[in-house]
């Protein structure tokens, strides 16, 4: 495997404080791998890390197979993307994202033809003699994205690039670096907090916690096969039962919930009867009917409260044991469709597959 970027039992203290603890990861080169995780995680001291803005307290950080040590930011091959631009006022685009080559003194020809490219790459071929204040918020971070790009780093550092954007800039400025990414074929390391943008953009995710890594896999297998509890809680919205395994069969084992219920769930190899367990179900894998119940894992259930959302309704049922879940049911629009409203009877069901099952964590 060609690995770019490699951070091998890397740490950061302050203080007292574990910012980042003993973190591993290797970053495949030309991939868009994302730092997720909440405020105070890690996942910038770690790109800081990097950039050679922060020393590691421990371990060692490796671009292209040489140690950085303390390699000063200015001569590692990395370039970096901030949320605030940082573009400058009295430059033009061309001339802001022309600085740093004109700084490593490459002849005129060489800066003229890689900011035209790097143009042409961001979509802005004609804002070349505009000013920044001439520029909406997303074009300005394009921009900002065009002068990194243009040096050709082996890694692009990205900081939460998109944070002071509104919503809709925002999301179409996802697209549009994820496009970005695809045709300069650079590696991008990408931090954010926004669990459903590093879902669109990222090619691997790693959720980080508390200074440590939690999981680094691909996109479908950080939501759909989560390895803990807080990593199936932080990605996306799951209903959250907890108990103990009261029985096991060859086929699967049984979940006796501390609300009575009883939940069918696949064998674990490292679990046994009279383990104390949470499991988790995601609210777009339950099947929600007004029809009798029936199947595996099946509850009866009266409708608290709905959520319209357009493409689809958000509904919280109470189950008849007073457990209160989330379901995600999908506005096909067919014919006799209609949203359930609070006080209706209702059945509830999943597959055992769409289970996850962890160690109760006291």
């Known amino acids: 495997m060609d690995y770019v970027l490699e951070l091998c039992g890397v740490s950061k203290t302050f203080g007292d404080v574990r910012a980042v603890d003993d973190l591993s990861l290797q970053v495949r080169r030309g991939e868009f791998l994302s730092l997720l995780g909440p405020s105070g995680c890690g996942k910038t001291t770690t790109l800081r890390m990097v950039a050679g803005f922060e020393k590691p307290s ?178 996306g919205e799951i209903n959250l039962f907890s108990g103990t395994l009261v029985a096991s069969a060859s086929s699967g084992m049984t979940l006796l919930t501390v609300e009575g219920d009883a939940l069918n769930v696949d064998a674990n190899e490292a679990l046994a009867v009279g383990n104390d367990v949470e499991v988790a179900v995601r609210p777009e894998k339950i099947y929600l009917s007004t029809n009798p119940p029936h199947g595996e894992n099946t509850f009866a259930g009266v409708v608290v409260d709905h959520a319209f959302l357009g493409p689809a309704t958000k509904y919280f049922v109470q189950l008849d044991s007073g457990k209160e879940i989330m379901v995600l049911r999908q506005n096909h629009g067919a014919p006799g469709d209609r949203l359930l409203r609070p006080g209706e009877r209702v059945a509830l069901s999943w597959d055992r597959a769409w289970v996850k099952v962890f160690p109760r964590v006291r």
Not at 80 to 95: D, G
Not at 150 to 167: H, I, Q, S, T
């Open 58 to 235: 421990a371990g060692e950080v490796y671009l292209q197979g040489q140690p950085l040590g303390s390699t000063p930011p200015f001569k590692r091959h990395v370039n970096t993307v901030f949320q605030h631009y940082v573009l400058f006022p009295h430059m033009t685009v061309y001339e802001n994202i022309a600085f740093g080559l004109h700084m490593k003194r490459l002849p005129k020809s060489d800066i003229q033809s890689r900011v035209t490219e790097v143009l042409k790459v961001v979509e802005l071929t004609r804002y070349e003699t505009r000013y920044p204040h001439q520029l909406s918020g997303g074009e300005q971070q394009r921009v900002g994205l065009a002068r990194a790009l243009v040096n050709e780093p082996a890694v692009l550092l990205l900081d939460e690039p998109l944070g002071a954007l509104d919503l809709k800039v925002r999301k179409r400025m996802q697209l549009e670096l994820k496009r970005i990414h695809r045709e300069v074929g650079i590696t991008f390391l990408y931090v954010t907090h926004d669990q459903e943008e590093a879902l669109v953009l990222s090619d691997r995710i790693a959720v980080m916690n508390h200074g440590r890594l939690e999981q680094l896999d691909s996109v479908e297998n950080i939501y759909l096969c989560p390895h803990s509890k807080y990593v199936s809680d932080f990605i």
